[in-house]
């Protein structure tokens, strides 16, 4: 059938080729040809441009060589989102386009200068906490800030600002999901060793708050003092294998050891060498992360490789916590149909936005203090021990508000 079928329609064009033609002897249907369609304009795609700016602060390499941090640190993690941003973003007419810049403390405010004179309503941060409230301030209502670094709970409380929204999880996040495993563990008694960086100090008052928060006990606090001198020399493991334990005899009996080393001094040094055989966590041990690259539940091996591919590394907080600002930018682009930078912010801020984060659930903004909730990954230095929220942990509104400052908490006035 399908052979007499095709056999039919060739002596059909055949016969009517000529006769379209004008053929002489036959007679002329159509001399002249229909005028060719052409195929109608497409509507020129919507551009969102994001910015991307990183501040590196001078100052000592990090106690192993393991976490010197690479050049493309946040950049890459930019680079992916955007990949994933235009998948979907191609279909909707939408096109999108992140700008780096790379600067220091002392260039920042000129970085986010030329970023604001593209028109770019939408910057990605990855500095410390002074930095990035300088910047948001110097941005007002010219763009909205997505802070992927800094951590401090200021920043979320009294220092808090409308125009930032923080893709970075709080230190009371951290310290939260932390405490609530050790709690399951029926590890309540903390033996806390503290930073003398104020940095350190606020890392310190977060579990401090969570001790309260989830009845654990601080048995005792001492100061590591920094005192500056080389950290990483021939003779370093001698040193500290000599030090640390001296430095932490004497303590009250005690289940974990909590670390609070913002500025990355002493916390590495400490697992195995304190003078009681007792676990490690915080700064060092089992770490609150917003990510790790052994994470694989919930999709997430697939994102791993896609990001390795890319980057040809591991992918490192940093890189998440830019992926993420990127993608809930990319995310209310797609959900609200539109590329008016006012419109996506106020989605962003609505109940109605949420965005995935391979973590499990779905991750939506608090609008109380603009932190983005999400799990918290308990991690050693190869595998995901737990998540929190704990299961025994409720909330009326969601279990991820049992980690940081809840609304009743919060000393923010937007």
Not at 327 to 338: H, K, P
Request: aromatic fraction near 8%; hydrophobic fraction near 45%.
């Amino acid at each position: 059938m399908r052979h007499t079928t095709v056999l039919r329609r060739a002596l059909a064009a055949a016969m009517i080729g000529p006769i379209l033609a004008g053929a002489p002897g036959l007679p002329a249907i159509a001399q002249q040809a229909a005028p060719a369609t052409q195929p109608a304009a497409q509507p020129a795609p919507q551009m969102i441009r994001i910015g991307v700016l990183r501040v590196d602060r001078a100052g000592l390499p990090p106690i192993s060589r393991l976490e010197l941090p690479p050049p493309d640190l946040g950049f890459a993690g930019a680079r992916l989102a955007i990949d994933d941003n235009d998948t979907t973003g191609r279909f909707m007419g939408q096109d999108f386009d992140a700008v780096e810049v790379a600067a220091t403390p002392e260039t920042a405010a000129a970085g986010l200068d030329g970023l604001l004179a593209q028109d770019i309503r939408f910057v990605v941060v990855l500095a410390d906490a002074a930095t990035t409230l300088a910047l948001a301030d110097r941005a007002g209502d010219r763009a909205l800030i997505l802070n992927a670094r800094a951590r401090e709970d200021a920043l979320r409380g009294a220092d808090c600002r409308a125009n930032v929204i923080h893709a970075a999880p709080s230190h009371a996040m951290a310290a939260d999901g932390l405490a609530q495993f050790l709690m399951w563990k029926k590890w309540p008694r903390w033996f806390l060793v503290t930073g003398s960086h104020p940095e350190d100090q606020a890392l310190a008052d977060a579990y401090r708050r969570a001790a309260t928060k989830f009845g654990a006990k601080i048995v005792e606090e001492r100061v590591f003092e920094d005192t500056g001198g080389a950290r990483r020399t021939d003779s370093g493991h001698v040193q500290v294998q000599a030090q640390i334990p001296v430095f932490t005899q004497r303590a009250p009996d005690y289940d974990i050891m909590i670390t609070a080393d913002e500025a990355g001094i002493f916390a590495g040094y400490m697992p195995y060498h304190t003078w009681d055989p007792r676990p490690v966590a915080g700064s060092a041990g089992l770490v609150p992360r917003s990510w790790h690259p052994a994470m694989e539940a919930w999709g997430a091996t697939q994102f791993q490789n896609r990001f390795e591919a890319l980057a040809a590394r591991p992918m490192r907080e940093e890189d998440y916590q830019t992926w993420i600002a990127l993608r809930m930018v990319g995310e209310a682009a797609t959900r609200a149909r539109s590329a008016d930078p006012d419109v996506l912010r106020d989605f962003i801020l609505s109940p109605d936005f949420n965005v995935a984060g391979f973590k499990g659930q779905k991750l939506t903004v608090r609008d109380w203090d603009h932190q983005l909730r999400q799990p918290i990954l308990l991690t050693t230095g190869l595998l995901m021990a737990s998540v929190s929220p704990q299961d025994a942990y409720l909330h009326q509104v969601t279990a991820l508000d049992t980690l940081g400052i809840d609304r009743p908490e919060t000393a923010c006035k937007l």
